[in-house]
């Protein structure tokens, strides 16, 4: 049954694409794992890029606004070379009220849901006239509105109230196909690698920096053999990772050994006890992190992306600076941000969301048990130094944890069956039009 749309979507003009497939998603970690292979796929079925014909469809990315976002993500994802049009989550509001200030729209498309708060996504498809599809990791929260629901698994689609299940259908994790697309063709060198994930997003890398360089040098003094890995989101920097272990962050104070200097080369940081650690610019850094025994991560989508690699992993939560590490979504997240209620109802919400959480990394979620470990709590860098050393002593164990993650993460093709729930929405007379995959 069609979703009714609230608006007429703009004339198309001579020259226009026919329809547009428009993607909407948030943060560095969905750009990614989701916007990334499904725009490639894309790409290619669509023969974008390519010589010859104008290509009946064009394709979008479209920011939304989310408390956590750097603003930069925008340039990350233009330096793709996958869409004809890229709008920052700022620009949001302004697309919304005047659609046509950003350039013509084709008359037919279809909005994807690929990361951000649902709504926005829901907004945006009524405004255009476009028809609507929500990827469900594990809700679809308006089915009314969505002509199509691509959920992650029978969770997602479980959770549908019945009238709307003829709605949804399960395509399987989109993560499971970074495991095909990660090749050790430039093996690390020799050693116990293991990867520092201190998470993208401001609030995130404010603590996570500082706390994972200071258990790095107390991991290399437990396991000399240790190598270190952290790469680099494509929304921060060298420099921003720098500040964020300089005293320009005050959370960096409570944490041993003073900012890290970089190498001579670029490539690495040195920390002030003399622990290098190698930056990994490439990014999306799959087959670096696929070389890896072990990840000491904070929460997010880097859970289900190490967990798609099946890389062991310990995630950390150090509840000691809840004023800092607000890191939710959706309108509570907003409220909790801004400057007269951070100080009380941010620090409020944090503690009801961890006393409410359940679990928190991906993995566990999806199995509904502890399939990696979580520490959350006043957890210091010696703690988990020590810990993480027992693992990289205890290979049997390390096997054990990615063979449990291998089982979770499914078959890969679930990128293409979204793409096949994509072109099943454009309009009738379009879809054979396409090349071949």
């Given at each position: ?281 490439q990014s999306p850094a799959h087959t670096s992190l696929s070389q890896c025994c072990l990840a000491l991560t904070t929460v997010g989508a880097n859970t289900a992306e190490l967990a798609a690699l ?74 988990i130094a020590a810990e993480a050393a027992d693992w990289l002593a205890s290979p049997a164990r390390l096997t054990a944890m990615r063979d449990e993650l291998v089982q979770l993460r499914g078959r ?26």
């Open positions: 049954m069609p979703v009714a749309r609230a608006t007429a979507a703009p004339v198309t003009p001579p020259g226009t694409a026919a329809a547009a497939i428009v993607l909407v998603s948030n943060g560095p970690g969905e750009l990614s794992t989701w916007v990334r292979p499904l725009a490639q796929h894309l790409h290619r079925r669509l023969g974008l890029g390519s010589a010859g014909p104008k290509p009946f469809c064009g394709l979008h990315l479209v920011l939304v606004p989310c408390p956590n976002g750097t603003g930069t993500e925008h340039r990350a994802a233009a330096s793709w070379g996958l869409f004809e049009r890229t709008l920052p989550a700022r620009r949001f509001w302004s697309l919304l009220l005047r659609p046509r200030r950003f350039g013509p729209w084709p008359r037919q498309g279809v909005v994807v849901f690929l990361g951000g708060d649902q709504f926005w996504s829901v907004l945006l498809s009524a405004r255009l006239g476009y028809r609507h599809l929500t990827y469900a990791e594990w809700v679809a929260r308006w089915p009314r509105w969505n002509d199509r629901i691509a959920a992650m698994g029978p969770r997602a689609a479980d959770r549908l109230p019945r009238r709307w299940r003829s709605r949804c259908s399960v395509v399987g994790d989109l993560m499971a196909d970074l495991s095909e697309s990660a090749r050790s063709d430039a093996p690390l060198p020799p050693g116990h690698w293991v990867a520092l994930l201190p998470g993208s997003k401001p609030a995130k890398l404010q603590v996570g920096v500082p706390f994972l360089l200071d258990t790095a040098d107390r991991l290399a003094a437990l396991q000399p053999d240790c190598r270190f890995l952290l790469p680099l989101a494509p929304t921060i920097g060298v420099e921003g990772l720098l500040r964020h272990a300089s005293p320009a962050n005050p959370i960096a104070a409570a944490y041993r050994g003073g900012p890290p200097s970089l190498s001579l080369e670029g490539d690495a940081l040195i920390t002030a006890a003399g622990t290098r650690i190698r930056l990994e610019r099946a890389v062991p992993m310990l995630v950390l939560v150090p509840t000691q600076h809840l004023g800092v590490m607000q890191a939710w979504d959706g309108l509570a997240g907003l409220l909790a941000r801004l400057p007269l209620l951070r100080p009380l109802l941010g620090t409020l919400l944090s503690l009801w969301r961890l006393r409410q959480r359940g679990f928190l990394a991906s993995p566990n979620i999806a199995a509904g048990r502890l399939v990696v470990p979580e520490r959350v709590g006043p957890i210091t860098p010696a703690q890969p093709g679930a990128v293409a069956s979204l793409a096949d729930l994509v072109m099943e929405l454009l309009p009738p007379g379009l879809r054979g039009s396409q090349p071949d995959s």
